[in-house]
């Protein structure tokens, strides 16, 4: 039997080997190369940009309004509450993308993707979760300082007047970052257990936003307590200077906020893990 012999001038072809049976694969798994992932499809979305610009052209157009038409009629509100006021409009459009990080990927179908290169399937939610928080956050605490020294242009010559350093005023501006991110988290969560945006959304402002004010009206004083734990109450207790009156001192409110989003995200996971894609 003849061999065949490479042609003058030419390099023979390597050998191909197959790959032992239960050798390990050609990639290695890590938790920074998942991290790596989401933090890219995060920032290749143009809703995340659209929602983030929204969220803090909302605060600033509002703060600086607020300053520009102050008269002194809303002196006895907290100065930095009545600063931010945008934030009850921004929570919306942190919400809303927070939602789309995870149920816009089950409405585009790219999860199966992302769920077949992570077979263990927690570490994409729980990264997901982690760079959308530090996001969060990071972009309303320096919104909310921005708009604060914004509109202390206008208030420094009245009964409003701060600065950063007064007593209080950075604890504020930064409680009130938290708050929004960790209902922006709680919107993340419902997004994974719903897998679907305009159902978590609804979920979102139902249970979040509606259900509270419903119960509000039943004739019983135990459910003021249990209103004042669900996570809107909890956040509208932070963010000012002084403590809100018949509302959760700041620390209790953090950690129920904190406990909210944990309970959410962990069933999420719990079904993340369960069910099919």
Known sequence: MSTAHPAPGTTAPAPVTAPAPGAAPAYRLSTAGVVRSEWHK?????????????????????????????????????????????????QICLAVLGILVTAGEYSTGMIRASLAAVPTRLPVLLSKAGIFAAVAFTVSLVTNVGTFLLAQIWLADSDKALVLTDRGVLGALASSAASLTLLSLIALGLGALFRSVPGAIGAFVGAVLVLPEVLSMLPFAAVDTVIDHFPAQAASSLGSIARVEDALAPGTALLTLTLWAAAVIGGAALLLKRRDV
Not at 68 to 74: E, N, P, Q, R
């Open 42 to 90: 995060l920032w290749t979305l143009r809703s995340t940009w659209i929602t983030l610009f929204t969220a803090c052209a909302l605060v600033i157009s509002v703060g600086i309004t607020m300053g520009v038409t102050y008269d002194g009629d809303d002196a006895e509100v907290d100065t930095v509450v009545f600063t931010l006021l945008g934030n009850q409009l921004a």
